[in-house]
């Protein structure tokens, strides 16, 4: 495996990103299907935990591309998970539009076209990072998308408008939301609806699919918040891993 970060400097910012690619010998990218992740992270930046899910798949033959969310007002951001590290994320967040999002999104798949030939771009998101997974799932260039608690997608879009989760219609490939039933900032009644869009969109769960954890909390994906469960995480990888494997 080899991680490194790199500037893709030819989009509406610069994005300083997170690059883990698998390697034999040098440089070369392990032969197999030619896939990619982009890994889309929490308020928190591209800190030290989004770079290792980034270097966690590498290590099982996919590169990864992470991403930061807030180029426009930090854009080096890596913070810890204290209750002022929270207030800080939260402030760029309410900063970010969905227009942005999708403009740096376009401007880092065109990178990774660039480095591989047509690969089949799965979109990886957690907390408002899987928010924003959500609305990059309307980009024809994503065949599929991992939205881990995504919390305000049934209430809220960023910058404003109709919620995130009236998006699906324009969803064109595959779409898992993960969420867990201890989640404060998911309440049942989010789910519910975040389920319910789903099945209206999707009755067979061909292609979308909404998979509730009972217990887990919000950031249960992170080794380390206090909220990490370890079954809840496991139970997360091995979908996503699987879904390379299809």
Request: with cysteine; proline share 6%; glycine share 8%.
């Given at each position: 495996?080899?991680?490194?970060?790199?500037?893709?400097?030819?989009?509406?910012?610069?994005?300083?990103?997170?690059?883990?690619?698998?390697?034999?010998?040098?440089?070369?990218?392990?032969?197999?299907?030619?896939?990619?992740?982009?890994?889309?992270?929490?308020?928190f930046g591209?800190?030290?935990?989004v770079?290792?899910?980034a270097?966690?798949?590498?290590?099982?033959?996919?590169?990864?591309?992470?991403?930061?969310?807030?180029?426009?007002?930090?854009?080096?951001?890596?913070?810890?998970?204290?209750?002022d590290?929270?207030?800080?994320?939260?402030?760029?967040?309410?900063?970010?539009?969905?227009e942005?999002?999708?403009?740096?999104?376009?401007?880092?798949?065109g990178?990774?076209?660039?480095?591989?030939d047509?690969?089949?771009i799965?979109?990886?998101?957690?907390?408002?990072?899987?928010?924003?997974?959500?609305?990059?799932?309307?980009?024809?260039?994503?065949?599929?998308?991992?939205?881990?608690?995504?919390?305000?997608?049934?209430?809220?879009?960023p910058?404003?408008?109709?919620?995130?989760?009236?998006?699906?219609?324009?969803?064109?490939g595959?779409?898992t939301?993960?969420?867990?039933?201890?989640?404060?900032?998911?309440?049942?009644?989010?789910?519910?609806?975040i389920?319910a869009?789903?099945?209206?969109?999707d009755?067979?769960?061909?292609?979308?699919?909404?998979?509730?954890?009972?217990?887990?909390?919000h950031?249960?994906?992170?080794?380390?918040?206090?909220?990490?469960?370890?079954?809840?995480?496991?139970?997360?990888?091995?979908?996503?891993?699987?879904?390379?494997?299809?």
């Open positions: 495996m080899k991680s490194e970060w790199i500037v893709i400097k030819e989009g509406a910012v610069p994005l300083r990103c997170w690059w883990s690619k698998p390697s034999q010998g040098r440089d070369e990218i392990v032969e197999g299907p030619n896939r990619v992740a982009l890994v889309l992270p929490e308020i591209v800190n030290n935990w770079r290792s899910v270097d966690r798949l590498a290590t099982r033959g996919i590169p990864a591309l992470a991403m930061p969310l807030f180029s426009r007002t930090a854009p080096e951001l890596e913070l810890g998970y204290s209750e590290n929270l207030i800080e994320g939260r402030r760029h967040k309410d900063s970010t539009s969905m942005q999002i999708l403009t740096d999104t376009c401007t880092a798949i990178w990774l076209n660039k480095q591989l047509q690969p089949q799965t979109v990886i998101g957690f907390c408002f990072g899987g928010h924003a997974a959500l609305i990059t799932a309307t980009m024809t260039e994503v065949s599929e998308t991992f939205n881990f608690y995504g919390a305000g997608v049934s209430k809220t879009r910058g404003g408008g109709a919620p995130s989760l009236e998006l699906l219609p324009q969803v064109s595959r779409l939301c993960l969420c867990g039933t201890a989640d404060p900032l998911i309440p049942t009644s989010d789910r519910q609806t389920q869009a789903l099945h209206m969109q009755p067979d769960e061909e292609r979308l699919r909404y998979v509730e954890i009972n217990g887990a909390e950031g249960f994906m992170c080794e380390e918040r206090e909220s990490f469960a370890a079954e809840a995480s496991a139970l997360g990888w091995r979908l996503l891993l699987e879904s390379f494997e299809r």
